[in-house]
């Protein structure tokens, strides 16, 4: 019977340390002048407890800032490189690039 109540602790352990493991990354490019695509305003879902990648692809400085939303954050302005970000609170962000504007380089993004 102990081997048991042992073997189920074990496995019981393993799942557990299985889970941070289901979350995705989700990568979205940063381009010169837009986020995803370069045409529209595009929405990007994804789970609680995923992570988001910006990756800056273009030649010109941007950054990413939660303007409403149920958390705020925010990138420093890149050139290259990347930024990532767990979103845990579930709901709908309106992302845009403080430099470019709203009107210019915006996203949704739906956390479910």
Known sequence: M???VLSLAAVGAL???AVPA???TKTVNVGDNYFVKSS???TV???SGDRVRWRW????PHNVVVTKGPAKFSSPTKTSGTYTRKVTKKGLYTIV???H???DQSMKLRVR
């Open 2 to 4: 102990r081997k048991i």
């Open 40 to 42: 529209g305003t595009p």
């Open 97 to 99: 690039c403080t430099i």
């Open 22 to 24: 289901l979350a995705a």
């Open 101 to 103: 504007g709203a009107s």
């Open 15 to 17: 799942g557990a340390a």
């Open 45 to 47: 879902t994804v789970k």
């Open 57 to 60: 692809v273009g030649d010109s």
